[in-house]
């Protein structure tokens, strides 16, 4: 019970995070400026950035399948398609439960076991934490100039014009050095708790090696790769869909790729954080801030209503689906 109601208020508070952040990024963006630059969006374009989102969710459930035939399992390649869709549609509700959801969907249709399924996505989560971490190392040695410039001009010099940079430093490493104490402190509570459960750090590694064991890893990467390649070919599209945007080059496609991703990691969804983020790093290379903050919520809006489309789609579609396999088998 209370294990339940501490995920209800960390789920409650992320919500809430969320929409601060959609608040803060919308405040000052008169209603008429964010209906010009909606207007303003070429729908080819948006299609066509839609298209390459969707092949990036496509490759992600064949992906699922070179995890599951070592464990001697295989899905059908639209029954794993409608699962990740859908597991993508509960995610926005419920943060995390997606994944154990496309589990589910595949232990009833395909009669793969719910464990068996939930260590491929630890597996999968894995890779794909190691391939943002290189990518936003990437993006820090590519704009470290500009983001060292825009930290100075937007943050830095404002606060030491009324705050001393002494007192700054001694207050984030008194802030730091408190936060660090905190985190140890429940992470030893935790591991006391409950020692039969692998940290989120081993789980990493677990995952990491669990590729290795694949019959074609070369595969499974080149196949990971090109997952967060369409991710960031569809941002690089989705620019040519809004006239600001339009010229900007692949160094600022990278920086808005990375931080948008954080955005949608630290809200669910990435409701507030991802446009507000994705609006924020825009401004560090040139675009006005209300076009970068309006072109957030249209690109997150797009991606959102795909999966408000086809998740419930895809829901509906597993029992037609496969009531129609079965007949055809017969």
Sequence with gaps: ???????????????????????????????????????????????????????????????WNMLLEPAGYRVKPLNAFMAVMAGYFINLALPRTGEIARCGLVAKYDKVPVNVGVGTVVAERAIDMLILMILF??????????????????????????????????????????????????????????????????????????????????????????????????????????????????????????????????TPGGIGAYPALVGQTLVIYGIQEQAGISFGWIIWGAQTLLFIILGPLSLLGFPLYNSTSKSDAL
């Design 1 to 63: 019970m209370a294990k339940k109601a501490t995920q209800y208020l960390k789920y409650t508070a992320f919500v809430a995070l969320g929409l601060f952040l959609a608040w803060l990024s919308l405040r000052n963006i008169p209603r008429e400026v964010l209906w010009d630059n909606f207007s303003a969006v070429n729908p080819a374009w948006m299609l066509f950035a839609l298209a390459v989102g969707m092949l990036s969710h496509l490759i992600r459930a064949l992906r």
């Design 137 to 266: 190392g990437v993006n820090l040695l590519i704009g470290f100039q500009k983001l060292k410039t825009f930290v100075n001009e937007s943050f830095w010099i404002p606060l030491t014009e009324k705050i001393s940079p002494t007192l700054l430093i001694v207050g984030g490493i008194t802030f730091v050095l408190l936060s660090s104490g905190v985190l140890f402190f429940v992470f030893k509570r935790k591991k006391k708790a409950a020692p039969e459960k692998k940290g989120f750090l081993q789980g990493f590694i677990d995952g990491l090696k669990s590729v290795l064991t694949l019959k074609n890893p070369i595969r499974f990467i080149l196949s990971s790769l090109s997952i967060w390649l369409c991710y960031y070919l569809m941002l690089l599209i989705g620019f040519q869909a809004l006239p600001a945007t339009a010229g900007l080059s692949l160094a600022a496609c990278l920086s808005v790729f990375v931080f948008g991703t954080v955005g949608m990691i630290v």
